[in-house]
Nanobody, 120 residues
């Protein structure tokens, strides 16, 4: 009912910046929370940030605070993750996820992921 497509990943130098996008389609009016997760090779998937689609309330993982900014454009059904001061440990596949009613602990929809590679 909801499709999510990430974009904006690529190769960036350490200390550089990158903006990821997650475009939602389908029954986007049902979205309650959208979030960014990431998974590095050999590591568990970890939470990065989320945003309440209606209130705009935001939560960040400690690793993202001060460097990453999550935002949304409701009219475009798009979520963004502006990343600055990128470090080698930020290299991962970044996924967007959405939660819709009935609310559960687990997220209901996931994108295919976009690769972020940090060089130098």
């Amino acid at each position: 009912q909801v499709q999510l497509v990430e974009s904006g990943g690529g190769l960036v130098q350490a200390g550089g910046s990158l903006r990821l996008s997650c475009a939602a389609s389908g029954r986007t009016f049902t979205i309650y929370i959208m979030a960014w997760f990431r998974q590095a090779p050999g590591s568990e998937r970890e939470f990065v940030a989320d945003i309440n689609w209606r209130s705009g309330n935001i939560n960040y993982a400690d690793s993202a605070k001060g460097r990453f900014t999550i935002s949304r454009d409701n009219a475009k059904d798009t979520m963004y993750l502006q990343m600055t001061g990128l470090k080698s440990e930020d290299a991962a596949v970044y996924y967007c996820a959405a939660k819709t009613p009935p609310l559960r602990v687990a997220y209901d929809y996931w994108g295919q992921g976009t690769q972020v590679t940090v060089s130098a």
